[in-house]
C-alpha cells in the first residue's frame, strides 16, 4: 500500500463512522434502518480494512498510535453497542399484535436512555476522529518510500 492509499483508506475510515453516526441519529429520530452498524470492531467496514493491515499500519503508524487507534475504535463500537441493544435487538417485540398496538417502538424513557449513550458515543466518535487525524499527520509527514 503506497502513501496515497494508506491517506485515502484513513479518510474513507473517518467518512464511514461519520455516516454510521448520522444512520444512529435517524434511528434516535424515529427512521428505520436496513442495516445497523456492527457490533464488532472487526466487522464493520472500517475495522476489515484496519486489521487486515495491521502489520503495515504498525509500521507506519508505531504501536503507540496504532493501539490508541485500536483503543478508540474498539471503545466506540463498545459505546454503540448500548444503542444497538434498544433498537436493534432480536428480542424487541414485532409480532403481528406489536405493530397493531404500536409496541414495536421504544418507550419515551428507553428513547432518553439511548440518546444519552448518544452523547457518550459522540465523544467516543470525537476520540476516534482525533486518533484518525494523528494517523493522516504521521502518514503525511513520511516520506514515500517507507511505504510498501
Request: glycine share 4%; hydrophobic share 35%; with cysteine.
Amino acid at each position: 500500500m503506497n502513501k496515497k492509499e494508506m491517506l485515502d483508506a484513513i479518510d474513507h475510515a473517518k467518512k464511514v463512522h461519520l455516516e454510521e453516526m448520522h444512520k444512529i441519529s435517524s434511528v434516535l429520530k424515529g427512521n428505520e434502518v436496513q442495516n445497523p452498524t456492527p457490533l464488532g470492531k472487526m466487522e464493520c467496514e472500517c475495522g476489515v480494512w484496519f486489521y487486515s493491515h495491521e502489520k503495515e499500519m504498525k509500521d507506519i503508524l508505531g504501536a503507540q498510535l496504532f493501539e490508541r487507534l485500536d483503543k478508540h475504535h474498539e471503545n466506540w463500537h463498545k459505546e454503540y453497542h448500548n444503542i444497538y441493544n434498544i433498537f436493534f435487538k432480536e428480542e424487541k417485540k414485532t409480532g403481528f399484535l406489536a405493530k397493531i398496538l404500536k409496541r414495536d417502538k421504544v418507550d419515551s424513557l428507553t428513547l432518553d436512555k439511548a440518546k444519552l449513550y448518544f452523547t457518550e458515543l459522540q465523544k467516543s466518535t470525537d476520540e476516534l476522529l482525533k486518533a484518525s487525524e494523528s494517523a493522516t499527520r504521521r502518514i503525511s509527514a513520511l516520506k514515500e518510500s517507507k511505504f510498501h
